[in-house]
């Protein structure tokens, strides 16, 4: 719906239906071209985020954000409730957050492209210009980028899935399972096709956690590589690697299902939870065994050995060659 204000109150204001539509309760507001001068966190939200800090879950996604303040304030209270390792996703719906996007990267865990709701403050032409620099902005600060489209539209998944996206919402969209299916086989469709060759940005050119992780996508791009095999206590090393989107799964081993959930927005992560009691220490054969892999594909192994020790990394190319 689209409204006009054709009259203030101190306490109302009157519209003018410009576009008319089906309007339910607790509906937010897009109000083109104005910041509103009102607290971001108000008590339900209050009450909303102590629930969800009580009842676990890895990810809180904040809408119709306007600037850093707002997602300090929100960050405060995941303090206060003893969640801060709660990831922060921000969606961004007005061109107020643009401005400001390095800044709240620069605090948070990802953000949400909201293309419907941009459209309304963002003309359609600077739309996927924008979209693209917003990808941009998040690769240099290795940070999960998700898009929602405005419809479903095959050239708009495309266009997203090769501007460098983690994962595509259709949150906003009620479609039959059976068009689902067939665009999820279109987005696989797409990056088989997709060629990335990103740099690693941020880390240092020459640290040697940059060297490595850049050489293992070098590899990726040259060779035919299965899968990329990496043991982590955090998921950090996992993200790095997922956000220069090699051609090949990133099977990654986690010491908890915890740290296996932070991971399911990453691109190309496969996480499984490593039992140490019963993992005898064979990485290929785990790796090979759960990925399903046969004889004579590749496996590239990075990571910390002996399993978890912070001083010894290293990377070893492996051959299958008996399952």
């Not at 405005?150 to 998944?157: A, D, G, K, M, P």
């Amino acid at each position: 719906m689209k409204l006009k204000v054709i009259e203030k109150n101190a306490k109302y204001i009157t519209c003018s239906i410009l576009s008319g539509g089906r309007l339910g309760s607790h509906k937010s507001i897009n109000v083109v071209g104005v910041k509103l001068n009102i607290p971001y966190v108000s008590n339900s939200d209050r009450e909303d985020l102590r629930y969800a800090c009580n009842n676990g879950g890895e990810y809180l996604i904040i809408p119709e954000i306007s600037s850093k303040i707002d997602v300090i304030a929100v960050k405060q209270l995941l303090k206060k409730y003893e969640r801060e390792d709660l990831q922060v996703i921000c969606k961004i719906q007005n061109k107020f957050v643009v401005k400001e996007l390095e800044d709240i990267l620069s605090i948070c865990d990802g953000v949400i492209l909201d293309r419907k709701k941009l459209s309304a403050d963002v003309s359609l032409e600077k739309l996927s210009i924008l979209q693209k620099y917003v990808g941009q902005l998040c690769r240099e600060h290795n940070k999960v980028f998700v898009v929602v489209p405005e419809e479903l539209e095959t050239s708009v998944i495309v266009n997203s899935i090769l501007s460098g996206v983690d994962a595509i919402s259709f949150s906003n969209i009620l479609e039959p399972v059976e068009k689902m299916m067939e665009f999820s086989d279109i987005t696989i469709a797409t990056e088989s096709y997709a060629k990335f060759d990103y740099v690693l940005e941020g880390i240092g050119d020459n640290s040697l956690t940059s060297v490595m992780l850049q050489s293992i996508i070098d590899v990726c791009n040259k060779i035919d590589v299965a899968a990329i095999s990496t043991y982590t206590r955090n998921g950090n090393v996992s993200r790095i690697i997922s956000n220069l989107k090699p051609r090949t799964i990133i099977f990654t081993l986690c010491p908890t299902e915890k740290v296996c959930r932070s991971l399911a927005l990453n691109y190309g992560v496969y996480a499984s939870c490593l039992k140490s009691n019963t993992f005898d220490g064979d990485y290929v054969k785990l790796t090979s065994s759960i990925l399903e892999l046969e004889k004579g594909d590749n496996i590239l192994v990075t990571g910390s050995f002996p399993l978890g020790s912070k001083n010894d990394e290293k990377i070893n190319f492996m051959e299958i060659e008996e399952n």
